[in-house]
C-alpha cells in the first residue's frame, strides 16, 4: 500500500489524499501547548494553534507542528533534522512572534512550524535518529541509496515517514529547513527555489550554494521535495557552533521575506 501511495505522490506531487492523516490527532487537547503563556485553543484564531503530533520518533517523542495564520500561500519552516545541529533553535522559537507582527502576513501565508523532526537524535546530540539513521536521507528521491546510515529503503523511519506525510498533507509552497555547516554559512536549494534563495542571501548576506557544489546527499529532504516533486526548498546552513541566537538575529528578515515572497 506505502508503496502504491508514494508512486501516486511521486506522479501526482502530493495532490492525493493520504490515509493515514485521517487517523492522526486533529483533536486541540491533544499534544496541545499548556504551558503558560501558550495560545488559547482555536481553529479560528490568528495566532499560532496548539501544537499537534504528526507522529512519534523511535524512542517515542512527539514530532510536533503548528500552524499560523489562514493564507493561501503555505510555507513549512523544518526546525532541525540532524540532532547535532541545534543551530537554529532560537530561530523556530521566536520565528511565530516575528512572523505574526508583520502586517497582513496571518492573511497572505498558512505558515506551519515543525520543530525538530528528529528530538531523539537531538537529546543525544546525534546526526542521526535513535537508529543511526540519517534523517535527511531517508526519502523517496531518484537518488535514494540504501544503507546503514541511510535506510534500507524509504521512509523506514518513523521521523522520515511523519515529515513526508506532512508535505503531502500541506502541499507547500516553499520549504524551509535549519542545518548547520562547519566552517561555513550559506544558503543552499534544491528544484525551482533559485529566486528563493537570492532573495535570501540578499536579505542576509548568505550567498547561495546549490546542491550540485556541495556533497551529494542522496535520499535527501531537498532531492525529494525540491527535484522529486518540484517544490522549492531551502535549506538554511549556519555556520555549526554559532550562538542561536545570533543566527536568528543574522537571517530573521531573509526568513520572513522568503516565507512572504510570493
Ligand atoms: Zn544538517
Redesign the pocket.
Known amino acids: 500500500m506505502r508503496w502504491a501511495w508514494v508512486t501516486t505522490c511521486f506522479l501526482v506531487g502530493c495532490v492525493s489524499f493520504h490515509p493515514r492523516s485521517a487517523s492522526w490527532p486533529q483533536d486541540a487537547s491533544v499534544g496541545a501547548d499548556r504551558s503558560p503563556g501558550a495560545a488559547p485553543a482555536s481553529e479560528t484564531s490568528p495566532g499560532p494553534s496548539p501544537w499537534r503530533v504528526i507522529g512519534l520518533s523511535r524512542e517515542g517523542r512527539p514530532l510536533r507542528v503548528r500552524r499560523l495564520g489562514t493564507g493561501p500561500r503555505r510555507v513549512i519552516w523544518v526546525g532541525?533534522?540532524?540532532g547535532?545541529?541545534r543551530e537554529g533553535v532560537v530561530s523556530t522559537a521566536e520565528l511565530p512572534a516575528a512572523f505574526a507582527a508583520v502586517a497582513g502576513a496571518l492573511d497572505r501565508v498558512t505558515l506551519t512550524i515543525l520543530e525538530d523532526i528528529n528530538p531523539d537524535g537531538t537529546a543525544a546530540n546525534t546526526?542521526g535518529n535513535a537508529a543511526g539513521v540519517d534523517l535527511?536521507r531517508n526519502y523517496p528521491a531518484r537518488n535514494f541509496l540504501p544503507g546503514p546510515t541511510y535506510g534500507a529503503r524509504p521512509l523506514d523511519q518513523p521521523e522520515a515517514e511523519a515529515l513526508h506525510d506532512l508535505v503531502c498533507d500541506v502541499r507547500p509552497h516553499l520549504v524551509i529547513?535549519?542545518?548547520?555547516?562547519r566552517g561555513d554559512h550559506f544558503i543552499n536549494f534544491d528544484g525551482p527555489a533559485v529566486r528563493h534563495a537570492e532573495l535570501f542571501s540578499k536579505r542576509s548576506g548568505y550567498r547561495v550554494k546549490p546542491s550540485d557544489r556541495i556533497a551529494p546527499t542522496p535520499g535527501s529532504l531537498g532531492s525529494w521535495v525540491g527535484r522529486t516533486l518540484q517544490i522549492p526548498i531551502l535549506?538554511l546552513?549556519h555556520e555549526r557552533g554559532s550562538d542561536p541566537r545570533r543566527c536568528w538575529e543574522a537571517t530573521r528578515e531573509a526568513i520572513l521575506a522568503v516565507i512572504l515572497s510570493a
Open positions: 532541525g533534522i540532524h547535532n545541529e546526526r535527511n529547513v535549519a542545518h548547520s555547516w535549506t546552513e
